[in-house]
């Protein structure tokens, strides 16, 4: 049963209970004072919640609340770190990140670093006027710790000693001078309980704990993967879920606005000014908005396991690298060179999910299908593109 932990608002101050050590039950009343503003964001403690307002897209922008002077938050004995957030801006989405981290450097010790800064955060994104709740989930160490004989695994987050709870901006390239985010975080809280069942296997259990096909050895999901024809009965059950889809109704063969207002066809993309604004135009003369996926290819990196061969399963490769994902694909489309076979695959992906653009930095053979439009970097180094008028963010006027 989950057990919820409140961060009540009220008269200038919050309220909560057993967040702090030793005094477990005592209730934490956080000033004004721990609510502290970050380049030239404004945050305000309020009867309803914090005010959370910033006209800057700079990542660090947003508040940060820290724990009383010389103490830390404890939040051990919690499943999730909870906050509700309400976009105040009538006509403008907003995105914003909660972050947590424990350790770093001692400014009076001679130490680089005394302990190990680790951080994790969440994020979410509103519309105007819409209220939602985001969740951290809270890897507590007693979760996450792996044996002391695994060599070059990190150690966790440590949850009895959190620095303090910020939040910020999500890449909002936008210029500066307008309100990007106005905001209200209420109800900051803790809630659940540490899911003790999910501990880490034994020492002596423990290595190897990647399997063949790259995945946890020590925990069992609906969608885990045990031989290479759960791999092929997958990819037949996609395939038939794919066939069956259909493209968006409104689109024509571009993924442009088929039934919208009908410009002039050039058999190429395009752009116009229709009743005052910039569009895209597709070549058959639709209103085009493109909506991609970035990084569109089989596989990327591969997993580096020279210096830690006992975590794998299979035996590490002369070279070093596991591509785990290249071979499970190869097993998946049952051939060494499936390229063709996944982005054909693909294709059928992008048009049953609405997708209608690959995005920057994906492979030239799914380009080269001439299936499905596509985008290239112009070149984010190349000084000598203008930008938007008075803007210092790096976002170039492609037009």
């Known amino acids: 049963m989950l057990k919820l932990k409140t961060l009540s608002f009220a008269a200038g101050m919050l309220l909560a209970p057993a967040l702090l050590l030793p005094a477990l039950a005592a209730e934490l009343k956080l000033a004004p004072e721990q609510v502290k503003a970050r380049y030239r964001a404004s945050a305000k403690l309020e009867k309803e919640g914090i005010r959370l307002i910033t006209r800057t897209a700079e990542w660090d922008s947003g508040a940060l609340i820290t724990p009383p002077a010389g103490k830390k938050f404890d939040f051990s004995k919690a499943r999730f770190l909870a906050v509700d957030v309400e976009n105040l801006s009538p006509n403008r989405q907003m995105r914003l990140t909660m972050h947590i981290s424990s350790g770093g450097r001692d400014k009076a010790s001679s130490s680089h ?3 190990p800064l680790r951080s994790v955060n969440t994020g979410i994104g509103l519309n105007p006027g819409e209220k939602r709740t985001m969740r951290l989930y809270l890897p507590h160490a007693s979760l996450f710790t792996a044996p002391k004989d695994g060599r070059n695994l990190r150690a966790p987050l440590d949850t009895t000693a959190i620095n303090g709870i910020e939040f910020k901006l999500q890449w909002p390239f936008e ?3 307008e309100i990007l985010v106005d905001c209200r975080l209420s109800n900051l809280r803790l809630e ?3 899911e003790t069942d999910r501990a880490v296997a ?6 190897p704990f990647i399997d063949d096909y790259g995945q946890y050895r020590h925990a069992e999901w609906k969608e885990k993967i045990h031989a290479d024809s759960d791999l092929v009965a997958n990819h037949k059950k ?6 069956a889809a259909q493209a968006p109704a409104e689109w024509d063969s571009f993924g442009g606005w088929k039934n919208g207002p009908a410009l002039k066809a050039t058999g190429n993309f395009r752009t116009e000014k229709y009743q005052g604004k910039w569009f895209f135009v ?14 569109s290819r089989t596989h990327t ?3 580096p396991g020279r210096k830690h061969p006992q975590w794998f399963s299979r035996p590490v490769p002369a070279d070093g690298m596991l591509p785990f994902t290249h071979w499970n694909l190869q097993k998946k489309y049952g051939k060494a060179d499936y390229s063709r076979d996944f982005f054909e695959t693909l294709v059928k992906r992008y048009r049953a999910w609405g997708i209608n653009t690959i995005g920057n930095w994906s492979a030239p053979a799914f380009m080269e299908l001439g299936k499905v439009p596509y985008v290239l970097s112009l070149g984010d180094f190349v000084k000598d593109f203008p930008r938007f008028r008075g803007s210092k963010v790096k976002f170039y006027d492609v037009f």
Do not use: R
């Open 192 to 194: 659940g309980e540490p």
């Open 202 to 207: 034994a020492a002596k259990n423990y290595f």
């Open 113 to 115: 670093v005394d302990l």
């Open 175 to 177: 210029a500066e001078g």
């Open 301 to 303: 990196d591969a997993t």
């Open 238 to 243: 996609e395939l038939a879920e794919l066939d």
């Open 282 to 295: 597709d070549p058959e003369g639709h209103l085009f908005w493109s909506i991609g996926l970035d990084v």
